[in-house]
């Protein structure tokens, strides 16, 4: 198969989350964050979308992230393997409560300033591009409990600090940058995506949208910053994608699906079009909504708009208005979806789709106008080592191929794609479920759902295809 259409300076690569590899949770000054709140199993979920009000560890849940695969004491070693598959970009994350373990210092913490400087430095040693989201489903913890998180204005300058913070630490080391992660999660997993706990009888939806006001906000201030600390930087933003499809060509289940897309596109429209879409204020009429914002934020909002779009695939969605389709629902990334008779799903049952990722990324460069960055895709899957200790993940092969090909029809679409990083390139921790077994990496890691391992680091049959791939700049898919 033979593509010939990557340009040849493609950031071909892959994703981390702090939060998902580097445990050391309580090391060297961090303070807690979000995460380490999420522990596996039935809980998992209340505590992620805000029904559990506790800011403490359970005594008796397991919580992943505390260990997680200690990336904080084996980065060395991962990025060795990574540069030996030809990386030229690791998309990694910042955890907020290393720099600031409160939230609400003047002063962060220099130790977990450090660290990042030597991951950053071990990266640039090995010609890898470091690629950095501020915020990676983070917030110190002392945040929530003292300001209810991003309902709270005062978090816009506590985010101000912590970006500044980095910008200025990093400006010789770090050039591409993000603001949050899959912004458009607030509205899905509100705790995951921006520490909102409720109370009895609160309007969530109101409560949803002025945090959303406050980390729109916030990202503008920090394109502001980024700009001018580091002129030569380049800030986007992060959508979790994935287009809506109408169940039938009936008109109804057609707007719905506008409707749908439009949720997310919301986040998009004012980070990169540097205002509230139209179509916002109907929402906020229809619900009955009304959002505080200060004078100055128009300006804001509009000088301060992100250079690229960055986003995560991993399935399409299908909405219906027919209540007896929309009995037969099943979940890709934590978003609902009609079942999708033409498309085989994952073994989370997340729906398989190619052309879904060239469609969703032809009506993003459609819209934006702005270069692309695919900053998260691939097939989290249970692996077996068999007893001459390989792994042979043909199914993940097979799935990234297949999207890669598809990336590339996309940009002979004419689709400005600027790199590709797939998730997780070594086994992490499950965001959505916190599970180990769900694995995403062509590096294995021994270690399992109830904690137990060697945390030793295995090379998967898909190591060896990845590192083909980028070594032919997308040419040699086979
Ligand atoms: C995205 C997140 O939602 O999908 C990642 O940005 C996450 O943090 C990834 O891990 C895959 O989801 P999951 O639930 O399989 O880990």
Redesign the pocket.
Known sequence: MSNLVFPKDFLWGGAI?AN?VEGASFKVGKGLTIVDLLPTGQKRWEVMTGQINSFQPIEGEYYPSHEAIDFYHHFKEDIALFAEMGFKALRVSVAWGRIFPNGDEEQPNEAGLQFYDDLFDELIKHGIEPVVTIA??DVPVHLIETYGSWRNRKLVHFFETYATTLFTRYKDKVKYWMTF??IN?LLHAPFLGAGLVFKEGENKQQIQYQAAHHQLVASALAVKACHEIIPNAKIGCML?AGSFYPNTCHSNDVLSAIEKDRESYFFIDVQSRGQYPSYAKRIFKDHDLTIEMEKEDEELLKNHTVDYIGF?Y?ATRVTSTDPEVLKNTTSG??FDSVENPYLEKSE?GWTIDPKGFRITANQLYDRYQKPLFVV?N?L?AVDKVTPEGEINDDYRIDYLRKHIAEMAEAIKDGVEIIGYTS??PID??????GEMK?R?GYIYVDKDNEGEGSLKRMKKKSFHWYKKVIASNGENLD
């Open positions: 989350a998902q990676h489903f992660n899959e999660m979790a995560s991993y990334n934590i989370w998260e691939g989290g998730w997780g992490l921790v499950s965001a959505s479920t769900k995403y």
